[in-house]
Protein backbone atom coordinates (compact mmCIF):
# COMPACT_ATOMS: atom_id res chain seq x y z
CA UNK A 1 0.00 0.00 0.00
CA UNK A 2 1.55 3.78 -1.18
CA UNK A 3 1.83 6.21 1.81
CA UNK A 4 1.22 9.51 0.96
CA UNK A 5 1.81 12.07 3.81
CA UNK A 6 0.62 15.28 2.40
CA UNK A 7 -1.06 18.70 3.66
CA UNK A 8 -2.64 21.47 1.46
CA UNK A 9 -2.70 24.87 2.91
CA UNK A 10 -6.64 25.69 2.74
CA UNK A 11 -9.32 23.29 3.68
CA UNK A 12 -11.10 23.13 0.01
CA UNK A 13 -7.91 21.52 -1.11
CA UNK A 14 -7.30 19.06 1.62
CA UNK A 15 -11.21 17.71 1.53
CA UNK A 16 -10.85 17.56 -2.40
CA UNK A 17 -7.52 15.51 -2.65
CA UNK A 18 -9.30 12.55 -1.17
CA UNK A 19 -11.89 12.27 -3.56
CA UNK A 20 -9.16 12.69 -6.12
CA UNK A 21 -7.50 9.51 -4.68
CA UNK A 22 -10.87 7.91 -5.23
CA UNK A 23 -11.41 8.62 -8.10
CA UNK A 24 -8.02 7.99 -10.12
CA UNK A 25 -8.65 4.43 -8.36
CA UNK A 26 -11.92 3.83 -9.55
CA UNK A 27 -10.33 4.98 -13.68
CA UNK A 28 -7.39 2.55 -12.46
CA UNK A 29 -4.88 4.91 -12.86
CA UNK A 30 -4.15 4.45 -9.35
CA UNK A 31 -4.77 2.00 -6.41
CA UNK A 32 -4.84 1.37 -2.61
CA UNK A 33 -3.29 4.45 -0.38
CA UNK A 34 -3.38 5.94 2.94
CA UNK A 35 -3.21 9.16 3.20
CA UNK A 36 -2.35 11.45 5.98
CA UNK A 37 -3.10 15.31 6.53
CA UNK A 38 -3.62 18.20 8.84
CA UNK A 39 -5.07 21.36 8.26
CA UNK A 40 -3.05 24.63 9.27
CA UNK A 41 -6.24 26.37 9.57
CA UNK A 42 -9.75 25.62 11.47
CA UNK A 43 -12.94 24.97 9.47
CA UNK A 44 -15.89 23.46 9.73
CA UNK A 45 -16.74 19.95 7.86
CA UNK A 46 -20.56 18.97 6.96
CA UNK A 47 -21.17 15.18 5.98
CA UNK A 48 -22.70 14.72 2.21
CA UNK A 49 -26.84 15.36 4.01
CA UNK A 50 -25.83 16.98 6.93
CA UNK A 51 -27.68 20.46 8.04
CA UNK A 52 -25.66 23.88 8.64
CA UNK A 53 -28.73 24.85 10.81
CA UNK A 54 -28.96 22.03 12.53
CA UNK A 55 -24.95 20.78 13.36
CA UNK A 56 -23.41 24.86 13.43
CA UNK A 57 -23.73 28.15 15.55
CA UNK A 58 -23.13 29.77 12.32
CA UNK A 59 -22.99 33.28 13.30
CA UNK A 60 -20.18 32.85 15.66
CA UNK A 61 -18.68 30.82 12.54
CA UNK A 62 -18.81 33.69 10.44
CA UNK A 63 -17.33 36.24 13.04
CA UNK A 64 -14.69 34.12 13.54
CA UNK A 65 -14.16 34.03 9.61
CA UNK A 66 -14.51 29.84 10.38
CA UNK A 67 -14.81 28.45 6.64
CA UNK A 68 -17.66 25.88 6.49
CA UNK A 69 -17.85 23.40 3.60
CA UNK A 70 -19.20 19.61 2.49
CA UNK A 71 -17.30 16.56 1.98
CA UNK A 72 -18.88 13.93 -0.08
CA UNK A 73 -18.99 11.44 2.25
CA UNK A 74 -21.56 10.57 4.82
CA UNK A 75 -21.08 10.82 8.88
CA UNK A 76 -21.50 13.82 10.99
CA UNK A 77 -20.31 17.71 10.95
CA UNK A 78 -16.72 18.11 12.62
CA UNK A 79 -14.10 21.01 13.39
CA UNK A 80 -11.02 20.52 11.88
CA UNK A 81 -7.66 22.30 12.39
CA UNK A 82 -4.04 21.81 14.49
CA UNK A 83 -3.56 18.99 16.77
CA UNK A 84 -6.33 16.96 14.31
CA UNK A 85 -5.00 14.16 12.47
CA UNK A 86 -6.72 12.91 9.48
CA UNK A 87 -6.23 9.68 7.61
CA UNK A 88 -7.87 8.53 4.46
CA UNK A 89 -7.94 5.02 3.44
CA UNK A 90 -8.82 4.13 -0.18
CA UNK A 91 -9.03 0.29 -0.73
CA UNK A 92 -10.26 -2.14 -3.67
CA UNK A 93 -13.53 -3.92 -2.44
CA UNK A 94 -12.28 -7.26 -3.04
CA UNK A 95 -9.37 -7.01 -0.48
CA UNK A 96 -11.46 -8.39 1.95
CA UNK A 97 -15.34 -9.55 2.20
CA UNK A 98 -16.02 -7.03 5.12
CA UNK A 99 -15.37 -3.84 2.45
CA UNK A 100 -18.48 -4.95 0.47
CA UNK A 101 -20.89 -3.48 3.05
CA UNK A 102 -20.72 -0.65 5.09
CA UNK A 103 -21.39 -1.71 8.18
CA UNK A 104 -18.77 -4.46 8.13
CA UNK A 105 -16.76 -2.37 6.37
CA UNK A 106 -16.36 -0.02 9.77
CA UNK A 107 -15.91 -3.10 11.75
CA UNK A 108 -12.84 -4.41 9.65
CA UNK A 109 -11.16 -0.91 9.37
CA UNK A 110 -11.73 -0.35 12.84
CA UNK A 111 -11.05 -3.38 14.31
CA UNK A 112 -7.54 -3.33 12.61
CA UNK A 113 -6.79 0.20 14.34
CA UNK A 114 -7.85 -0.88 17.66
CA UNK A 115 -5.81 -3.90 17.35
CA UNK A 116 -2.52 -1.51 16.45
CA UNK A 117 -3.28 0.67 19.09
CA UNK A 118 -3.46 -2.53 21.72
CA UNK A 119 -0.23 -3.05 20.44
CA UNK A 120 1.03 0.29 21.12
CA UNK A 121 0.13 -0.20 24.91
CA UNK A 122 -3.15 2.20 23.97
CA UNK A 123 -6.80 -0.15 24.76
CA UNK A 124 -9.18 1.92 22.54
CA UNK A 125 -12.71 0.35 21.41
CA UNK A 126 -14.83 0.86 18.33
CA UNK A 127 -18.68 2.74 18.98
CA UNK A 128 -20.38 1.61 16.08
CA UNK A 129 -21.68 3.28 14.05
CA UNK A 130 -17.97 4.84 13.10
CA UNK A 131 -16.34 6.27 16.25
CA UNK A 132 -13.16 5.24 18.45
CA UNK A 133 -13.13 5.91 21.57
CA UNK A 134 -10.60 5.47 25.03
CA UNK A 135 -12.04 2.55 26.94
CA UNK A 136 -10.72 3.87 30.49
CA UNK A 137 -12.29 7.17 29.57
CA UNK A 138 -14.98 5.96 27.10
CA UNK A 139 -14.34 9.15 25.72
CA UNK A 140 -14.63 9.65 21.56
CA UNK A 141 -11.16 10.52 19.80
CA UNK A 142 -11.94 9.65 16.23
CA UNK A 143 -15.22 9.94 14.10
CA UNK A 144 -15.09 8.31 10.07
CA UNK A 145 -16.89 8.31 6.86
CA UNK A 146 -16.91 6.51 3.68
CA UNK A 147 -17.80 7.45 0.05
CA UNK A 148 -18.46 4.45 -1.95
CA UNK A 149 -17.35 3.38 -5.54
CA UNK A 150 -18.34 0.83 -7.54
CA UNK A 151 -14.71 -0.96 -7.16
CA UNK A 152 -12.98 1.28 -4.59
CA UNK A 153 -14.28 2.69 -0.90
CA UNK A 154 -12.86 5.96 0.68
CA UNK A 155 -12.58 5.49 4.37
CA UNK A 156 -11.35 8.48 6.51
CA UNK A 157 -11.15 9.72 9.62
CA UNK A 158 -9.65 11.99 12.38
CA UNK A 159 -7.77 11.39 15.24
CA UNK A 160 -7.62 14.44 17.54
CA UNK A 161 -3.84 14.75 19.66
CA UNK A 162 -3.78 17.98 20.39
CA UNK A 163 -6.55 19.49 19.54
CA UNK A 164 -8.20 22.70 21.16
CA UNK A 165 -11.46 21.46 22.40
CA UNK A 166 -13.48 24.42 23.63
CA UNK A 167 -13.57 25.14 19.99
CA UNK A 168 -15.00 22.65 19.41
CA UNK A 169 -18.26 23.57 22.35
CA UNK A 170 -18.37 27.36 20.86
CA UNK A 171 -19.19 26.06 16.99
CA UNK A 172 -20.89 23.57 16.90
CA UNK A 173 -24.11 22.17 18.65
CA UNK A 174 -25.31 18.60 19.76
CA UNK A 175 -26.07 16.61 17.03
CA UNK A 176 -29.53 15.41 16.79
CA UNK A 177 -28.25 11.87 15.81
CA UNK A 178 -26.08 10.59 18.93
CA UNK A 179 -24.61 7.08 19.66
CA UNK A 180 -25.66 5.55 22.79
CA UNK A 181 -22.46 5.73 24.65
CA UNK A 182 -22.69 9.39 24.65
CA UNK A 183 -24.77 9.58 27.68
CA UNK A 184 -26.61 13.14 27.10
CA UNK A 185 -23.00 14.34 27.63
CA UNK A 186 -21.33 18.09 26.31
CA UNK A 187 -18.63 17.79 23.66
CA UNK A 188 -15.90 18.72 26.34
CA UNK A 189 -16.95 15.62 28.17
CA UNK A 190 -17.58 13.46 25.45
CA UNK A 191 -14.38 14.21 23.24
CA UNK A 192 -10.85 14.09 24.22
CA UNK A 193 -7.36 14.05 22.46
CA UNK A 194 -5.43 11.17 22.76
CA UNK A 195 -2.50 10.98 24.67
CA UNK A 196 -0.08 10.23 21.56
CA UNK A 197 1.54 12.76 19.74
CA UNK A 198 1.00 12.75 15.44
CA UNK A 199 4.71 10.80 14.48
CA UNK A 200 3.23 8.04 16.99
CA UNK A 201 -0.05 8.13 15.46
CA UNK A 202 1.14 8.01 12.06
CA UNK A 203 3.19 5.06 12.97
CA UNK A 204 0.43 2.93 14.08
CA UNK A 205 -1.73 3.87 11.72
CA UNK A 206 0.28 3.16 9.00
CA UNK A 207 1.46 -0.28 10.90
CA UNK A 208 -2.95 -1.33 10.71
CA UNK A 209 -2.24 -1.28 7.13
CA UNK A 210 0.72 -1.74 5.81
CA UNK A 211 1.51 1.22 3.79
CA UNK A 212 5.04 0.29 3.13
CA UNK A 213 6.13 2.59 0.02
CA UNK A 214 6.48 6.46 0.99
CA UNK A 215 5.18 9.32 -1.78
CA UNK A 216 5.30 13.15 -0.16
CA UNK A 217 4.92 14.49 -4.24
CA UNK A 218 2.07 14.83 -6.49
CA UNK A 219 1.70 13.07 -9.55
CA UNK A 220 0.62 14.53 -12.75
CA UNK A 221 -2.43 13.38 -12.59
CA UNK A 222 -3.65 13.83 -9.21
CA UNK A 223 -2.39 17.27 -9.80
CA UNK A 224 -4.54 17.91 -12.48
CA UNK A 225 -7.72 16.24 -10.85
CA UNK A 226 -7.27 18.56 -8.12
CA UNK A 227 -7.30 21.18 -10.12
CA UNK A 228 -9.84 20.55 -11.67
CA UNK A 229 -12.33 19.47 -8.69
CA UNK A 230 -11.25 22.57 -7.37
CA UNK A 231 -12.40 24.50 -10.26
CA UNK A 232 -15.81 22.48 -10.70
CA UNK A 233 -16.83 21.34 -7.10
CA UNK A 234 -18.33 24.28 -5.23
CA UNK A 235 -17.70 22.97 -1.60
CA UNK A 236 -17.17 25.92 0.51
CA UNK A 237 -20.73 26.71 2.32
CA UNK A 238 -19.43 30.20 3.67
Known amino acids: MLLKDISFPTPEENILFDEVLLFLAEKGQAGEVLRFWESPVPFIVLGRTGKE ?3 IYLQKAKEHHIPVLRRASGGGTGLQGKGCLNY ?7 RHPGLHDIRRSYQYILGR ?4 FKSAGLEICFMPTSDLALVK ?3 KFSGNAQKRGKKFILHHGTMLYDFDLDMIEH ?5 K ?3 LYRQDRTHKDFVMNLPVNSGALKTIIR ?8 SKSLADEELDCLRKFLSERKIKIY
Open 113 to 116: LVTA
Open 171 to 175: FLKIP
Open 207 to 214: QAFGADKD
Open 53 to 55: EDD
Open 177 to 179: DVP
Open 137 to 139: ENK
Open 88 to 94: SLVLPQN
